[in-house]
């Protein structure tokens, strides 16, 4: 399986701030999720980022809240912006194997004063 | 829309029992589903996908079954140790550009 990983592990941040999540994989692979697992909750899909295309976002997402860049087939980042205290989640990165078996990076947990 | 469901939230059992897991969906169109493991504070581990055409798959004392008709899937964890003390999620892929729907997980404690 391809081996994940994401930078910062963690962070804590300032209301109205900004912070970018880098994800980056080991192998070239054609779909890449970003999720979001909020305290005690379990994960929301945020948006499908593939290469060469604009990210598709679900419902209760917005491009100007969370960013997406897909520049190749290992890499992918996931901006939060103008932070607020509910943004505070764990966010991770998957990305779509073969059999579509998804595969889970470690995450980033942010925390928003 | 699919929805997921995982019931207990929690489970605590003592060590050496099997224990059975339970998953169920709405909608039995999916492509396959897959069974995760999450420790405290940590990212997702794969543990098992079972494509929507079999009826299970195993891996060590772990064998996860799908009912596609009943919508339902189990984990079945023979033997269990301190050690599979952990979060199990189960996802529906709906193949519709592989998104995943999870449940909320059941948080399973195994006392020694």
């Known amino acids: 399986s391809a081996v994940i990983s994401q930078k910062p592990s963690r962070d804590i941040c300032q209301r109205g701030t900004s912070l970018t999540i880098q994800c980056q994989v080991d192998?070239?692979?054609?779909?890449m999720f970003w999720y979001r697992q909020q305290p005690g909750q379990s994960l929301t899909l945020i948006a499908t980022a593939n290469q060469g295309s604009e990210a598709t976002y679900e419902s209760g997402f917005v491009i100007d809240k969370f960013p997406i860049s897909r520049p190749n087939l290992t890499f992918s980042t996931l901006t939060v912006s103008n932070m607020s205290p509910e943004d505070s989640s764990i966010y991770l990165c998957?990305?779509?194997?073969?059999?579509?078996?998804?595969?889970f990076g470690p995450g980033t947990r942010l925390t928003v004063l | 829309k699919q929805e997921v469901t995982q019931i207990p939230a929690a489970l605590s059992v003592p060590e050496g029992e099997n224990l059975v897991l339970n998953c169920s969906f709405t909608?039995?169109?999916?492509?396959?589903l897959q069974w995760f493991r999450q420790d405290p504070g940590k990212g997702l581990t794969s543990l098992l996908l079972?494509?929507?055409?079999?009826r299970e798959q195993t891996s060590g004392r772990l064998n996860a079954s799908l009912d596609k008709s009943s919508g339902r899937s189990t984990l079945y964890i023979a033997a269990s140790q301190p050690g599979d003390s952990a979060t199990y999620l189960c996802?529906?892929?709906?193949?519709?550009?592989?998104?995943?729907?999870f449940g909320k997980g059941i948080t399973l404690s195994v006392r020694p």
């Open positions: 998957s990305v779509d194997e073969v059999r579509n078996e998804q595969f």
């Open positions: 079972i494509q929507s055409s079999q």
């Open positions: 192998s070239q692979v054609t779909m």
């Open positions: 909608d039995s169109a999916i492509y396959n």
């Open positions: 996802a529906a892929n709906t193949g519709a550009n592989s998104k995943l729907t």
